[in-house]
């Protein structure tokens, strides 16, 4: 058990950091016959400027991809600011890399993990955008269908996981570790894991409302800023509800994802009973993120001694037979 992010595998991510202002792309992601809205570029020596390869809205064709293999070619580069419009095409295409199994699966995690990184990055940008968020609903989708089709794919996404905390990497984390547990606790058929999932991978939209200054803050909130930050839950809630976009269970999660057991969490203040079994396995999984994820103001905690701290010191707020399956599953992530 372990937060070190394997280098090994993920290097390929940032490969070519003197390419300036192109971004690396791995070929396989590349979708034959699919159109791009992004100008691709080659480049033949590792120090040369990537050169102009294929035109915007130009379909990429089984023989280009074979014409690549032969001279050994295994990245293109897009325009940095090209990046948001690839992560789109990725999101489209999500599914049916997923299901390819000529691709690594540790490449293939990596491909999701940046996905929807990238969405939730664009919806804590303009959370009200309703494209968006019918684009999380897929990606969402799609996700829980890899993870239930799939024996070992959660151990592959642990793997590429990052624990430097941004609001979206944070988010996608306790998707990810949500979903799973869920899966793993027996909750649910895959259409309210789901929603499950809708909601989870946006339980912090609501922070997009809050003051930078607090999001940033590296020390203490004083006591104002402390009571903005418990009404995030409240925010994210009411975003998301008058969109009318996400099912009921979703839009619980999202509100309901710092309350505690034993009451005295925000922001209803509810206990025990009325807090459901979805709303729990969230919020164990988004404590144990907080901790083991790396802040301005404060290192990442490895994951055992920060499932001690929750053991020790939160387990009367907490649901135990779902504490005790996700201790199971970050211990043994590849079991099913
Ligand atoms: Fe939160
Ligand atoms: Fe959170």
Redesign the pocket.
């Known amino acids: 058990m372990t937060n070190t992010i394997d280098t090994t595998k993920a290097a390929w991510r940032v490969q070519a950091q003197g390419a300036g202002s192109f971004l690396p792309i791995q070929i396989i992601s590349l979708q034959v016959d699919s159109v791009t809205e992004f100008e691709i570029f080659v480049r033949s020596k590792p120090d040369e400027t990537p050169v102009l390869y294929r035109a915007k809205d130009l379909a990429f064709t089984e023989d280009a991809l074979q014409r690549l293999a032969e001279n050994k070619i295994t990245h293109l580069y897009i325009r940095s600011s090209d990046e948001r419009a690839y992560h789109r095409y990725m999101q489209q295409n999500l599914s049916s890399i997923l299901s390819r199994p000529d691709i690594d699966k540790e490449v293939k995690s990596v491909l999701l993990y940046d996905s929807a990184q990238s969405l939730v990055k664009e919806i804590m940008q303009d959370p009200r955008s309703g494209e968006a968020i019918r684009r999380s609903k897929n990606l969402v989708e799609t996700t829980v269908s890899y993870l239930y089709a799939e024996r070992d794919a959660f151990e592959h996404l642990l793997k590429v996981t990052s624990f430097d905390y941004y609001?979206y990497t944070?988010?996608v984390n306790?998707f990810v570790f949500s979903v799973t547990l869920a899966q793993r606790v027996g909750l649910g058929d895959p259409e309210h894991m789901r929603d499950f999932g809708d909601g989870v991978l946006l339980?912090?939209v609501g922070k997009s409302m809050l003051d930078p200054v607090i999001i940033n803050c590296r020390g203490k909130l004083s006591k104002k800023q402390w009571e903005s930050m418990k009404l995030h839950p409240v925010h994210g809630y009411e975003i998301l509800r008058r969109q009318g976009a996400l099912a009921d269970a979703a839009l619980d999660v999202v509100r309901h994802?710092h309350e505690k057991l034993q009451g005295g969490g925000y922001p209803d203040g509810l206990q025990g009973d009325q807090i459901g079994p979805w709303v729990r396995i969230c919020t164990i999984c988004?404590i144990f993120?907080?901790l083991t994820s790396k802040r301005s103001y404060k290192p990442a905690m490895q994951s055992f001694p920060a499932l001690a701290l929750m053991k020790d010191e939160m387990l009367n707020d907490l649901d135990r037979e779902y504490f005790r399956a996700f201790v199971d599953m970050m211990g043994h992530p590849s079991a099913t």
Do not use: K, N, R, W
């Open positions: 609001t944070h988010s306790v339980h912090d994802h988004d993120d907080a």
